[in-house]
């Protein structure tokens, strides 16, 4: 393998990374803040794609598609939160699972009901399409570079918010002592409704960025909820850090073993055995990464509290 | 469009379905002389599959209802594109519903799951999509008919287009599953090139970066793919993204009428292989695409196509020999005496089609997509099983 | 996590309470439909009754481990699926007649169910111990997703090792026997299966009123008191965990052979799901949750289904009401509310 397509590997496995963050990002949040599983993440993450489709579909316009998936997630997360997250977060992880559980089942049956069982259309806006040619002669995907920025500064957003805004206080404050900042008068009841939102609003970027250059149909979120769920873990449940980190480790470990594991089997087998068995081989190597770093951290690369 | 479409499915939906006005007709007619077939069609109308097996429905039941046989009555049931909900479904079909003929399934691990208990319980099975090899082989019973293809038949196909058209070095990547093994062997098994590059990916996988960088660095002269569903989709946009200028050539799983629209214009160009195609030039296949089109309002797709001519091979049975003499009613099937929307079409000693399968091109007809013929890949094309077979 | 609010399994000695009543009116309910169903000559109901008897088994299992030692496991089907693997994989080179290994002694596999069982508990519970030892250094949501992450891997696994199947399964064309019942008439092989299960909630209910199933409950409640009167919490989870696995296990085992097939779809993230639904639909923590969960499951699936191809919309709204409202679930609502 040349070093010119080992180092475009690895800026794959970084955009795939940057990518998972991204939905990664909105889950850790409200874990870290209102102390929540949230299995329905995933399925805001459809929304947002469903809702750029088909602003995108009706107006020809991808950019109000964009604009369109994040207010539609960030809506349908605010409702959720009002309506059934708020019951939850005094109960026990396992009530938690359940209920988020039914929300997947509610969300994509209902989605399925709207929009019928075909996949929808959405493909890269013209300004973005084609590819670009980088230091050291690598032809890279315009769009896939603007998911690597958007990845990016959705990660130094989130630094400052949490970091030097009056809600990240509130937000940091929460998070250590929730009867304090009760007791301080802020309203907590619109705090955890404006996390959630936020989170969910960064999963539909999401959704609607990766349906962009994947599919858009129903049960889109499910396999990206567990990559995500295995992100912040690695990273640390509640850790914009960890988080950040995490999915760039699982990204390049995804990418890495899907490219290196195949040719270092042939090394000492038949080809199509080889190829075959590193590929089984590199879909379970982000489930041992993972294994591995729980086993030697119990709680996560930086995570907090379990 | 979705509006129709949910239309559709509620009217479907009931789980007994008397076809058209059956009972009515048959107490007025008095005659009849046929034995009733009741079929249970097994089929995937939930969850991400559920645009497959609902083209084989509404494909199947288009043929029943323009036949307007009262003795034919069709059971519908969603499998949720689950084996073990298969197997219980065909439970319940065979026991309590006393069923004579199953079909439907789009799976091939949900064929396997319930084709050999079905069969042995000695009732007839009639594919209009699965056909894995284990079936086709060692496996393949008197009672199972595959009115579609061999699964590696397409694949095939793509492998002698490869080897028409001069291609020195392919490129071939498939996911890593029983099916996508089976699809790179088809394809070697007629490509007589060099294989560049063989890359398995994941199953359900829907970023492909990684291997679209790999196809590039290999400098092939074409890239062959075989990935079903929604990583089909998510491929061809990316690999679109990626601007490579490889020729691409692939079974029509990835390019059929029910996800070419969600693919966009960057299909058009793509060779795929497929053993009917809208633009046949018969006269069933304009009458099956007219009236498809009419009743629904969409193009049919390939697995609409393959659920017509099952139900209409059926109903040709039913005419020749009663259900209730099951050996009367098999020879009745083999002899597969329909027109087909394929043109030629006949059962080779397996009981798999033995027909002609096709290079088509996407193409875009006055903005929509959709496929043409270009050329034929193989004649009177069987499969590679049949020798195994013993029955 | 706060795991002390699912309402606690209690010993009890005294006069048949109203949970008692309940549980024996719900085995009671699962015989009396089975075998009208057998009187009614309608073999599918009796099927259906098997499948209740048989994740109930499997619910059993997880309820071991989540009711009573309140660790939530999301990948209880890697048991589930390994049991029903041995029970394919013994059952293909029997039939076949391939040897599976020669040495050190030729071993041809086993038609036989109850050597069959044997294996599959065997290997689910080493299974669990291997998981377990390592899941179990973590607590709270890192525990529920580092089992997610082995069933994942796992299923993968299973997904794309060829040599059985991978993704299409394996089909077993007769079903396994036992010894003096001729398993393919569907009332014989639903009476095996719920033997099976009381046989497992007896289990079941006798570890929970032993020494061990006290120390197990007091793991949940409270640690520094287990450790002060000098039990490792560790070791009662993980001995617990592997008997759970093992009873899933053998669910598994058996539910290979009432679909005649095993697939990796018995290994996946959404059949761990739905043994979590069937113990909260049950109601957490009671012995015949599983029962009553699975049952209840089971039904609506077949109702709801036939009524909408949407159905799993209506399923979710109600597994959401269930969880905010009615806590106890069937059990609960049964017994009339809150638990004791």
Known sequence: MSMILLIEQLLNGIQSGLMLFLMAAGLTLVFGVMGLINLAHGSLYMVGAFACAGVAAATGSFWLGLAASIAAAAAAGA??????????????????????????????????????????????????????TLPGGIQYSLFRLAIIGAGLAVAVGLFLLIGKTRIGVQVRAGEADREMIAGLGVDIGRLYTLVFALGAALAGLAGALVGTIQSVQVGMGEPVLILAFVVIVIGGIGSIKGALIGAL?????????????????????????ATSIGAALASMAIYILMALVLVVRPGGLFGARA | MTGSKTGIHRETRMTRYLTTTALALSMIGGAAMAEPVKVGMITTLSGGGASLGIDTRDGFMLAVEEAGNPELEVVIEDDQQKPEIAVQLSDKMIQ????????????SNLAMAVVPGATRQGKFYLSTNAAPSQLAGKGCHENYFSVSYQNDNLHEAAG???????????????????????????????????????????????????????????????????????????????????????????????????????????????????????????EANAHFVEAFEAKYDRLPSLYAAQGYDTARLLLAAMDKADISDADAFREALRAAEFDSVRGKFSFGPNQHPVQDIYVREVVSEDGTLTNKIVATAMEDRGDAYAEECKM | MSAAEIPAPRARRAAPSRETLVNAGLGLALLVFGLGAWLLDEPFLITLATKVAILAIAGAGLNLVLGYGGLVSFGHAAYFGIGGYTSGILAHHALNYTPMFEWPFLFEGSTSMPLIWLFAMVLGGLAALAIGALSLRTTGVYFIMITLA???????FAISWPAYGGEDGLPIYVR????????????????????????????????????????????RQNRQRLMAVGIRPGGVLLVAFVISGAITALAGALYADLNRFVSPSMLSWHLSGELLVFLILGGTGRLFAPLAGAGLYITLEHVLGGVSDYWQFYFGLLLLGVVLFARGGVIGFLTGGRHG
């Not at chain 1, 009901?113 to 075909?118: A, D, E, Q, T």
């Not at chain 2, 309590?96 to 799976?107: A, K, M, N, Y």
């Not at chain 3, 009332?187 to 909630?201: C, D, K, N, T, Y």
Request: no cysteine; aromatic share 14%; net charge negative.
């Open chain 1, 79 to 132: 409702i959720v939160e009002v309506a059934v997250i708020r019951r939850l977060y005094a109960r026990d992880h396992l009530d938690q699972v359940l209920a988020t559980f039914a929300l997947i089942l509610i969300f994509s049956e209902g989605t399925r009901w709207l929009y019928g069982s075909f996949p929808l259309y959405l493909n890269v806006p013209a300004a973005l399409s084609g590819s670009v």
């Open chain 1, 249 to 273: 480790l699982v990204g390049l470990t995804d990418t890495m073993g899907r490219v290196l594991l195949p040719p270092l089997f042939s090394l000492f087998m038949e080809t199509s055995a």
């Open chain 2, 96 to 107: 309590s519903e006393d069923v004579d003929v199953l079909t439907g399934i789009v799976w």
């Open chain 2, 160 to 282: 002698a287009y490869a080897t028409n058209e001069g291609f020195g070095t392919m490129f071939i990547m498939a996911p890593n599953y029983p099916a996508g093994q089976d699809s790179l062997a088809g394809f070697k098994r007629f490509y007589e090139g060099e294989v560049a590059s063989e890359v398995y990916t994941q199953l359900g996988q829907t970023d492909y970066a990684a291997e679209i960088a790999q196809i590039r660095d290999s400098g092939a002269d074409g890239l062959f793919f075989f990935l079903p569903g929604g990583m089909g989709i998510s491929f061809m946009k990316q690999w679109a993204e990626a601007g490579i200028d490889m020729p691409v050539v692939g079974p029509a799983f990835s390019f059929s009428q029910d996800i070419l629209p969600a693919i966009g214009d960057a299909a058009i160009g793509v060779k795929n292989t497929a053993q009917w195609s809208k633009d046949i030039d018969n």
């Open chain 3, 150 to 156: 082995f069933g994942q891997m796992i299923f993968y």
């Open chain 3, 176 to 219: 396994n026997g036992f010894p003096g019942l001729n398993t393919l008439d569907p009332i014989q092989f639903f009476a095996l299966a719920v033997a099976v299960l009381f046989a497992v909630l007896g289990l079941i209910s006798m570890l929970a009123h032993s020494r061990f199933g006290l120390a197990l409950q007091a793991a």
